[in-house]
């Protein structure tokens, strides 16, 4: 199969690989249909690209490369949806955007929205937006070679 994108060119596609968002992500309802790319040299950012607008491409990362970890819980509803069986194929991924703030200061910036994550049912290929009305802060904090844990209380 071959789709079209304004940021990727044109690319060929295993029809199995698209991952359906039977909601839409919110603001794009109307787009159920995306594939999730990556290039080698760049293993932190990906681009989740809209099957049918070429000109819709998301770029997602990975949170744990930001040293972001959730803890949330999945509701029924959610998990039906995702048709989610194993929690081991569940992916989670944040959507980026460019910081205005910083770009008004000359600065490159992306930034991460981080209380709506992307939830991918890797096995069925079928995802969510979820939304989320509070998170606990944390970070992890890296020190000669030794892992600590820190939350914001």
């Known amino acids: 199969m071959e789709i079209k ?17 039977p909601k839409g992500i919110p603001g794009f309802e109307n787009q159920t249909k995306f594939k999730l790319f990556h290039q080698e040299q760049n293993p932190i950012i990906y681009w989740l690209q809209s099957i049918d607008d070429e000109n819709l491409t998301f770029s997602v990362a990975n949170p744990a490369n930001f040293n972001i970890n959730y803890s949330f819980v999945i509701s029924d509803e959610e998990q039906a949806l995702l048709k989610l069986e194993n929690m081991d194929d569940l992916i989670i991924l944040i959507l980026l955007h460019a910081g205005a703030d910083a770009q008004e200061a000359g600065k490159p910036a992306i930034k991460g929205a981080i209380k709506s994550p992307l939830l991918i049912n890797s096995a069925e290929r079928v995802a969510i937006q979820k939304n989320l009305s509070e998170i606990e802060q944390s970070i992890t904090v890296f020190e000669k070679n030794e892992m600590v844990d820190t939350a914001e209380i």
């Open 5 to 21: 994108s304004s940021f990727l060119g044109e690319q060929q596609v295993d029809p199995t690989t698209l991952i359906t968002f």
